[in-house]
């Protein structure tokens, strides 16, 4: 199974509505490609605020019989900004996390490299740090580089420490 | 969760028996007797038994086309072929086999493919890592080095080798051809080497310096013998150190994989202390 996998496909994965032949397609190419969990990962996320958010209008209805404008707003703040939550201070707590963990997995210089290698994919200038719009794309590109280099769990655990 | 393969603490113990083992052997009989050979043929065949499994555990934690996993299954595959050489060595079931002659011979094709596959297996580690472009070179001492290695094979190998000047012509070929993937295997550990030290220590640096180590020690171990050194109990030493040093540098690799999912399942989005990773 190539990498095709189309949203509304995760979207049936996630709420268990693909075909048991399908998930198992679907869970094989997962256990291989460390750029799909991680979106799965992303996926799950962005679900998982979404029922919280829906979860808060439905109780806001109950309560006033009307959808007020904050509820309003964090949902389309989820839809537009997708998984990025993160504010600037909790970027830097995770990215000081990340480089941490990395440098105990594969040393110190390997975690510079590794860190300024995403930071490039993300298109981060120089001396920056990565912002929460583009905290995901960096946090995928360090997962998948660490998959590459330490294996499959140490990429998952990145993902997990800087989620 | 089950543990992945022995821990280095177990690996190290059983290398400690396994050569204390050979050394009552040798003690107890003398050079002369086949004691000491059965006991240390045992003792390796026992450490790739052990540094196959590893191998197998580790290249499953990576993508089916990364190159490091692929080095893991090609290093996996120096462990199935050196256990037929190791079996094949050992005076017990030497007997069986023949003439002194054609165990050699069975014994010198195994070790050249074994030696394929440690080439193939720590290249495609070393490229697997170098390739990503995160920060590691190619310097001049890792050359100079290098050059010094091919030198001292070529010189041995022209003046020195033994076997290859006796008269089987089958077993001169492979000895020969086996010192050019000696050239390349000591280059390739070097490379490896130089990598663990660019990294700036790390878990994964010291996997690296094991197996930089097995691949370095095994270039040397041929060239000693070269000089004869095969006579020497420090020779025999070191032969049947060989084995170990691989298995401890796969175990370490396991108990890499082991800490990380211990980390992952103590991780609760937040609320983890990444301390507990250096324990």
Known sequence: ?163 | MARLGLTPTAVTVCAMAGIALFLFARGVSGPANDLPGIVGEASCVAAYVIGLDSCRRVAALYPKTSPVGLGWLALGGNCFLSIFRHLALNPLLGKAIGPRERVYFISQSIQLLALICVLAGTLAIWWGVYRLLVGFRLRWEDFRGIAVIAALVVWASSSHISLSHSGQGEIAFLQVFGLGLLIAIGAVGLLLHSLSMQMGGGRLAMVMQWIAAYALTRSALTLWQGWGGNESLAWWLAFYSVPWIFALGAAYSCWLADTVKRGIRRQPYGDWDVSSLAE
């Open chain 1, 1 to 163: 199974m190539s990498c095709r996998i189309s949203d509304t496909e995760w979207t049936d994965y996630l709420d268990n509505g693909l075909a048991p032949r399908e998930r198992q397609a679907v869970e094989a190419h997962l256990a291989v490609c460390a750029d799909c969990s991680s979106r799965l990962a992303e996926f799950r996320q962005v679900d998982q605020r979404l029922r919280i958010e829906c979860g808060k209008v439905l109780k806001a209805i109950g309560e006033s019989g009307a959808i007020s404008a904050p509820s309003r707003e964090s949902i389309l703040a989820v839809l537009r900004d997708g998984a990025a939550v993160v504010n600037p201070q909790q970027v830097q707590e995770r990215l000081w996390r990340v480089r941490w963990v990395l440098a105990l997995l594969c040393g110190s210089n390997t975690a510079v490299g590794i860190i300024r290698a995403a930071e490039t994919h993300a298109e981060i200038p120089g001396g920056a740090k990565p912002n929460e719009q583009k905290w995901l794309v960096f946090l995928r590109r360090l997962s998948s580089l660490t998959t590459e280099i330490c294996g499959r769990a140490a990429g998952e655990l990145i993902w997990a420490v800087g989620n």
